[in-house]
């Protein structure tokens, strides 16, 4: 009892001292295939809508309003691409997109907030700089700046806090310093996660140690 006691002293110490770190590459922010709740890929959003929800997850953006800024489709006319060319090389099939001064892309999570989230992440500049927002019950609780590589190849952007959060802002400048300006930005292959609470771990310990000394009884 002693050690469980202990055990969840330290996760709750942990939980309310958690900050969101930020992380790139697929399985960065992964804190168990197991707690996977929430997956999207767009590829049923043929209207390019805005809001749309999938995978207990609502996305919605400011921009050009209801069309993605024109974008949506691999293969489709985004920022001048040509016929046959695909927006990036870590997008498949449908995406979602927008474009527009301080333009931002909202991932929501529609149930319970999100320990971990994942994407692939893209620009319609020739360099992908993008900054990013967390939120959780209306309160901003964490911000942040990336730079990714050269657009149309991609990358994977990774958010992890133990604390949670319900709302990811994406935005895409076109420099490294921009907070505020044309923002360009693109999403797809959207995985989040959800990690027990750490209340719900310690009685979870509980019922385990119940049992086992009922068992050796």
């Known amino acids: 009892m002693k050690t469980i006691a202990l055990l969840a002293s330290a996760l709750l110490a942990a939980h309310v001292s958690a900050a969101v770190v930020q992380t790139t590459g697929a399985g960065s922010a992964t804190p168990?295939?197991?707690h996977l709740t929430s997956a999207a890929d767009f590829?049923?959003?043929i209207n390019l809508d805005s809001p749309?929800?999938?995978g207990g997850l609502l996305f919605s953006h400011t921009g050009f309003a209801n069309d993605n800024g024109?974008?949506?489709?691999?293969?489709?006319?985004?920022?001048d691409l040509g016929a046959g060319e695909t927006y990036s090389q870590s997008f498949a099939g449908n995406y979602f997109a927008t474009a527009g001064m301080n333009a931002y892309l909202s991932i929501r999570s529609t149930a319970r907030d999100l320990n971990g989230i994942e994407f692939a992440v893209d620009s319609g500049y020739a360099s992908i700089y993008l900054m990013w927002q967390t939120w959780l019950d209306g309160v901003q609780t964490g911000t942040g700046r990336v730079?990714?590589?050269a657009a149309g190849i991609g990358g994977v952007l990774g958010l992890s806090d133990a604390v949670g959060f319900d709302e990811v802002?994406?935005?895409?400048f076109d420099s490294a310093t921009d907070t505020s300006g044309y923002s360009v930005p693109a999403i797809d292959s959207v995985?989040?996660?959800t990690i027990p609470e750490p209340g719900s771990l310690a009685l979870t310990c509980l019922g385990l140690a119940?049992?086992?000394r009922r068992r050796s009884s």
């Open 70 to 79: 024109g974008c949506g489709y691999a293969g489709g006319n985004c920022v």
């Open 191 to 193: 995985r989040a996660f």
């Open 210 to 212: 119940a049992l086992r």
């Open 43 to 45: 590829e049923a959003n």
């Open 32 to 34: 168990s295939a197991a």
């Open 169 to 172: 802002r994406v935005y895409a």
């Open 147 to 149: 730079s990714l590589g």
């Open 52 to 54: 749309w929800s999938e």
